[in-house]
């Protein structure tokens, strides 16, 4: 991404999220008829319920997201959608699946998960080569290996670490502050890896540099892609809450397997 | 009981083609399954994965700003999938809470769009983004006042969208809550005459909303023997399974299709008990009635759930008002909001009047005397009352196509129903 670009997202972000719009309390509140008072316990958690003490700043980077969604990278995925056939698309999902196997093939080993690290190992040797760089995900078609899905908050939770508190990512949406660590230390595993292999293609400083923004767009482009949620299209006016939820029990799950 | 339960449950997650050679084939013939399970895809009809439809926006009033907790419903939204020569075109009018994407709309699109038609999908008058953008009281339930609400957005979408499209005729159908708003529909552009809907099909429509919500609101009481108050146990064993098998942010409606989803799931190693089965069902409806009643308080500061002249912004906590609305049914929702609020308009409303008004009993001599509408419906549909079905039969008469089993709505997508629905449009 460009510099000014960055900069100019940032000052939108940064008017959104600060601009506190504390609503105008016009006339007196009466109480509800049924109010929360009395049908929330203060001793009873809740399923729906979830540590998140930055609730304010979380909603209203949900709420950015989804701006950003509608008008910056939807418009951005459909027009790449419409450029791309389908194949290409499919090829370009299974290209990065390929590349972001390092992070399952570390974290598994983190984690001492010898079968998960075998496995993904595999499917980088043979999606590599036969699946030419990985266009063609033929472990899974040909040899029914499927992809693991490891990460380093996994790991993190994995010896005991729990999740802190519900953070919203800008664009990225739903995470933890454990969850957010972990993201970090395997963008910084990735973004390494990537150096090395771009290293090898005897290109100059430029190029170089080039070709690392295209397919960190191209990457986001595809993410974004393969990703079917609409923000606020689920019906509800819970959806943040019903989300996160959803988030936070997903993480559980994917911790414990 | 139960072992034919779970006969029916093996055999479908075996993936073995049930049933032998009767007369109907749709697998379940036990109303609870075949309400959740629905219809198997190797069941349904042949179709694409995906089709071609642009999501379009209509500003229904255009003064009203939605409030700034729900800022994100500015327009209300709809589907069209078109023909590029002339053909008819046909409006699909969603069940209970359920959104124009949710995945019965979705089958619907597709099921008439290979047909030959143009296809727009409305979402139900009970949906967040129709309250907030379409309705004009924003309480939604009294099927003439969201007749009204349905034709003057259909109105809108055939003005903006006439200029594409070549239309020959119109067409008109919905299932469940769906089915009941379309014969009003229908006996409103009989007056209006914007559409003179050639043919109208009503697919498992409830008869009476009130007995259809009771029915509901007492399923899930069945499965809380311990009490409301254990509500929110019975949702976290639904919520936490659902969230292992299935990736969050791949759903769409996150009450009726994830729900479902979440049920099968957890009944994939263990077979379901007829009350949780029931439990489920009325799980799924009582977060559509959450939804519901949350929105409609807030569009009409009534005071139920928020306190009244509280204004609550974009980015206040809710998740207390969602504990509460979990707690509330539709029974609640009619009489805690929907009553005093019509009683406040309408002086002179009394309770027994209003539950009257909502349904088909009302249109009776309509509906017998209106060939061009066609019902099809389940001898076990869950929402149906014994003498709802007796109604039925004799008010449509040759013109009622009832199935021996098929839950509520669960054969909709089977393929012989789907093949007799595009039978009547076609011919």
């Not at chain 1, 910056?72 to 990065?96: H, K």
């Not at chain 2, 190797?42 to 642009?54: A, G, H, N, R, V």
Request: charged fraction near 20%; proline fraction near 5%; aromatic fraction near 14%.
């Amino acid at each position: 991404m460009n510099r000014s670009l960055s900069l100019m997202l940032l000052a939108v972000f940064c008017i959104l999220i600060g601009c506190s719009t504390a609503p105008v309390q016009k006339e007196p509140i009466i109480p509800a008829k049924r109010p929360v008072s009395e049908y929330v316990r203060p001793d009873v958690t809740y399923t729906i319920e979830a540590h998140d003490p930055w609730e304010p700043m979380n909603r209203r980077i949900y709420n950015f997201n989804a701006i950003f969604d509608e008008y910056v990278f939807l418009p951005v995925v459909r027009a790449y959608e419409y450029v791309l056939p389908d194949i290409a698309q499919t090829g370009v999902s299974n290209f990065f699946k390929n590349l972001t196997e390092i992070t399952n093939l570390t974290n598994s080993l983190l984690q001492f998960k010898i079968v998960k690290a075998v496995n993904t190992f595999g499917r980088i040797m043979i999606n590599t080569t036969v699946g030419l760089g990985g266009l063609i995900d033929v472990a899974k078609t040909v040899d029914g290996i499927g992809r693991e899905n490891e990460d380093f908050g996994q790991t993190l939770g994995f010896y005991g670490l729990g999740p802190g508190p519900y953070l919203v990512l800008p664009i990225l949406g739903p995470s933890s502050v454990r969850d957010t660590t972990g993201l970090v230390a395997d963008t910084i595993v990735y973004s390494l890896m990537m150096q090395e292999l771009i290293g090898h293609l005897g290109m100059n400083d430029t190029q170089e540099e080039i070709l690392n923004y295209s397919l960190t767009g191209l990457y986001a482009i595809d993410k974004r892609h393969t990703e079917s949620f609409r923000y606020f299209m689920t019906g509800s006016p819970f959806e943040y809450d019903l989300i996160r939820k959803l988030f936070l029990l997903q993480r559980e799950f994917l911790i414990d397997n | 009981m139960k072992s034919i339960v779970q006969m029916l449950v093996s055999v479908l997650l075996l993936g073995i083609p049930g049933g032998t050679a009767a007369a109907y084939d749709y697998p379940f013939q036990d109303p609870y399954v075949a309400t959740i399970i629905g219809t198997p895809a190797e069941f349904q009809p042949k179709m694409p994965e995906k089709i071609d439809y642009d999501l379009l926006n209509v500003k229904v009033f255009p003064e009203r700003t939605p409030p700034d907790v729900f800022w994100y419903q500015r327009d209300f939204r709809y589907s069209l999938s078109y023909q590029q020569e002339e053909a008819p075109l046909i409006f699909v009018i969603a069940g209970t809470g359920s959104s124009f994407h949710s995945s019965s709309m979705i089958f619907f699109q597709k099921l008439f769009y290979q047909a030959g038609f143009h296809v727009v999908c409305l979402s139900s008058p009970t949906n967040m983004n129709f309250i907030v953008t379409a309705s004009e009281s924003s309480v939604p339930g009294d099927t003439v006042d969201d007749a009204k609400d349905l034709y003057r957005v259909m109105t809108q979408i055939w003005e903006q969208v006439q200029d594409r499209i070549k239309v020959s005729d119109f067409y008109l159908t919905g299932y469940s809550l769906g089915a009941t708003q379309s014969a009003f529909v229908a006996k409103l552009d009989d007056e209006k005459q914007v559409f003179n809907f050639k043919k109208v099909c009503m697919i498992n429509p409830a008869v009476s909303l009130y007995t259809s919500a009771k029915i509901l609101d007492d399923m899930v009481l069945r499965a809380l023997p311990g009490g409301p108050d254990t509500f929110d146990a019975w949702f976290k064993q639904i919520f936490k399974k659902f969230s292992e098998f299935y990736k969050i942010m791949s759903h769409q409606d996150l009450t009726h299709d994830f729900l479902y989803e979440a049920y099968r799931a957890i009944h994939k190693t263990s077979s379901p008990q007829q009350e949780n089965m029931a439990g489920m069902i009325g799980t799924v409806f009582r977060l559509s009635a959450s939804n519901m009643l949350f929105t409609s308080d807030v569009m009409t500061n009534f005071g139920l759930i928020k306190p009244k002249n509280m204004v609550l912004g974009s980015a206040d906590s809710l998740t207390g008002y969602l504990v509460v609305a979990n707690r509330t049914s539709f029974v609640d929702y009619f009489e805690e909001l929907f009553y005093p609020y019509f009683q406040s308009k309408r002086p002179g409303l009394t309770k027994a009047g209003l539950i009257e008004r909502l349904g088909l009993r009302s249109i009776d001599a309509y509906l017998r005397d209106t060939p061009k509408i066609m019902l099809m419906h389940n001898a076990d549909d869950l929402i149906l009352a014994p003498e709802d079905l007796a109604f039925l039969r004799d008010v449509f008469g040759a013109r009622a196509k009832i199935y021996p089993f098929g839950g509520h709505c669960g054969n909709m997508e089977y393929r012989d129903n789907a093949a007799y629905l595009l039978d009547f449009f076609k011919n």
